[in-house]
């Protein structure tokens, strides 16, 4: 446990941070659950050190939204305090600027550790994979994950992921699963374990050669260590598809595309009848029925 400064505190002030002591896994679920803005507020009066000790606890979405509602040295300060795997999970979610900033605010020497930690080559898995996607933590239930999902649909995906407090992956659940569970069930109750993965260190012309895109859309990209970095979309794959498109000869790549396309499509098949169901079960749902 960190040392606290001593600053001035309201007595409500000296509550929460003795809950914050006593129980910072239980603080961390407690301030995923509310508004971003409204739990910076609230962490705003404490010195950076007692925000890292609950952050250190969130995932790094959430934890990423709370850190820009604070004021920029605040923010830097809090990430300097966290472990280097959750202020990189943090970073990753923001945007390029915001993210400068909060290096450029920082001790030299935890700066550079950072940004030798985030930087990947270009055209690689780690660079590639959207590091905004929504996560998920085993322990809660389905009531909350689709309460979450709810809230953050514009980064929702079908496949969702999800990772330990470590941010290490631990499995995937789909949107069809979470609806048709039942609502007090855990996700690590269900969850798929050891998901097919890309390495971090993949080259373009490795991911394009990976043979899983027959089976998924979407695959999540993992660092050595099994942290997880982002996810990688086949679309993604396309765009990369077209500009190699321009720089090389057709003949062989045209063929590996079509086979690349003949996969992808007998997975969005599957996909489409997936969501075909889903409609079924919420339907059902909505009129008090049971899903079949």
């Known amino acids: ?39 910076a507020a609230i962490l705003a009066p404490f010195p950076p050190e007692v925000i890292a000790m609950v952050l250190e606890h969130c995932l790094p979405g959430p934890a990423a939204k709370i850190v820009t509602g604070l004021p920029p040295e605040t ?12 202020a990189i999970g943090i970073l990753r979610q923001l945007d390029e600027s915001i993210r400068n900033d909060m290096l450029d605010r920082m001790a030299k020497a935890v700066s550079a550790s950072l940004r030798r930690a985030l930087r990947y080559p270009p055209q690689t898995a780690g660079s590639l994979a959207d590091a905004r996607v929504l996560t998920l ?3 809660i239930a389905v009531e909350e994950a689709l309460r979450r999902i709810r809230q953050d649909a514009k980064h929702t995906m079908y496949y969702v992921y999800v990772i330990d407090r470590d941010t290490k992956l631990e499995g995937l659940v789909t949107l069809k699963q ?9 996700l690590a109750s269900f969850m798929t374990r050891q998901p097919v993965t890309l390495a971090a260190d993949l080259t373009v012309e490795e991911i394009l050669q990976h043979p899983q895109w027959a089976r998924f859309h979407t695959l999540p990209v993992i660092d050595r260590w099994g942290t997880f ?3 990688l979309r086949y679309r993604t794959l396309r765009a990369l598809e077209r500009e190699k498109m321009v720089t ?8 590996a595309l079509i086979q690349l396309w003949e996969a992808y499509s007998l997975a969005g098949i599957s996909i489409l009848t997936d969501m075909a169901q889903m409609q079924d079960a919420f339907r059902s749902r909505d009129s008090g029925g049971q899903p079949t």
């Not at 007595?11 to 003795?18: F, G, N, Q, S, Y």
């Not at 923010?75 to 959750?86: N, T």
């Open 137 to 139: 933590p085993p322990d």
């Open 229 to 231: 970095l982002g996810a």
């Open 178 to 186: 979470l609806i048709v569970a039942d609502d007090d069930e855990l």
């Open 75 to 86: 923010a830097a300060g809090v990430l300097e305090y966290l472990s280097a795997s959750s």
């Open 248 to 255: 090389q000869s057709p003949g062989s790549f045209s063929q």
């Open 1 to 39: 446990m960190p040392l606290i400064r001593r600053i001035p505190m309201l007595p409500e002030d000296r509550l929460t941070l003795a809950f914050f002591q006593s129980h910072p896994l239980e603080a961390a679920r407690r301030v995923e659950a509310l508004n971003a803005q409204e739990v």
